[in-house]
């Protein structure tokens, strides 16, 4: 089993004199107190910019030459990734499956907890294989202690296969860390509630993955300006906002910008290629094809 000597060693772990009374605290006191102990997310997570952006990079070219990224985690982490890779599918017009979270325990690990999964190393890794992990792709795995078996298993069969491996883990110096290619270390320090980690080191995986998969999707074209160009309209209101991101990017009306979307089989993007060139639907996608499906280098 791969574990420290001592748990209570870990900054996840140890006590945060901040908070030794809250249970004498008022409603007020405990939100109040917590909020500032959030606010400290944000700096700790400046400190590890440059690795962020780097394994960004590293997706980003993964998903162009037709690889994945999967993210690995237990407990708050992987439910954290599920939620993260399972919205990258409707913002950016992804494949299903090109951001993949495996969460120890599967299904059923989403909506109860399963703490004992997190101990299956080779589990960890048989999810690798189960998923026909190859060199082409990218593997996060995500942990506040830096430690857990699962993830440790997945990232060792990664490194087996040559995928590119980083990680995004809450103290410093962690077992997976050394394991992987691109460590993120984000030092949260101790939670108000002394080792419960789906609260400062949570909210800093979440920040993290929100920075990972809309880095590399800016990156490679999925965002022209600030406007999702590439979200999939299915229901009214991402209608409605595909129809704003058209009048925004190229000041057409909403009725033509309707139309267009509809000439367009529904693509944002290749409709505003269209408002922007007067070109027809074919002519807007081979327009973005020849400049790597970014609308701004049309007019470069």
């Known amino acids: ?21 809250i249970d004498a605290m008022s409603s007020f006191e405990i939100v109040k107190l917590m909020n500032e102990e959030d606010k400290s997310v944000a700096f700790a997570i400046e400190k590890v910019l ?11 070219e993964s998903v162009k030459r037709g690889g994945r990224c999967f993210y690995v985690g237990a407990g708050t982490s992987g439910r954290l990734a599920v939620i993260d890779a399972a919205e990258t599918v ?8 090109t951001f993949t979270a495996i969460l120890a325990g599967g299904r059923e690990a989403m909506m109860r907890s399963l703490e004992n999964v997190e101990d299956d190393e080779e589990g960890g890794k048989t999810e690798m294989v189960d998923h026909d992990l190859s060199s082409e792709d990218v593997v996060v795995g995500i942990s506040a202690s ?6 440790i298993g997945a990232l060792q069969k990664s490194k087996e296969v040559g995928a590119l491996t980083g990680c995004i883990v809450n103290v410093s110096n962690s077992k997976i860390s050394k394991i ?11 939670e108000v509630i002394t080792g419960s980690t789906r609260l400062k080191a949570g909210t800093a995986q979440k920040m993290v993955l929100n920075m990972l998969s809309t880095t590399s999707m800016i990156r490679i074209g999925k965002v022209y300006k600030n406007l999702m160009v590439d979200v999939t309209p299915i229901n009214e209101k991402l209608l409605n ?13 909403r009725k033509t910008a309707f139309q267009l979307l509809k000439k367009s089989q529904m693509r944002p993007k290749v ?5 922007l060139t007067n070109k027809n639907s074919k002519e807007a996608e081979k327009l973005l094809e020849l400049h790597d499906g970014k609308i701004r280098d049309i007019f470069m």
């Open 90 to 97: 409707p913002t950016f017009n992804l494949a299903y499956g």
């Open 180 to 190: 992987v290619d691109i460590p993120i270390e984000i030092v949260t320090g101790p």
């Open 271 to 275: 409709a505003i290629v269209m408002a």
């Open 1 to 21: 089993m791969t574990r420290p000597e001592k748990i209570e060693n870990l900054e996840t772990e140890s006590s945060n004199p901040k908070s030794v009374n």
């Open 146 to 151: 830096g430690r857990t078996p699962f993830v």
């Open 241 to 253: 906002r595909a129809i704003n991101i058209i009048t925004t990017a190229t000041r057409v009306s």
């Open 50 to 60: 440059k690795p962020i952006a780097l394994l960004s990079e590293k997706i980003m």
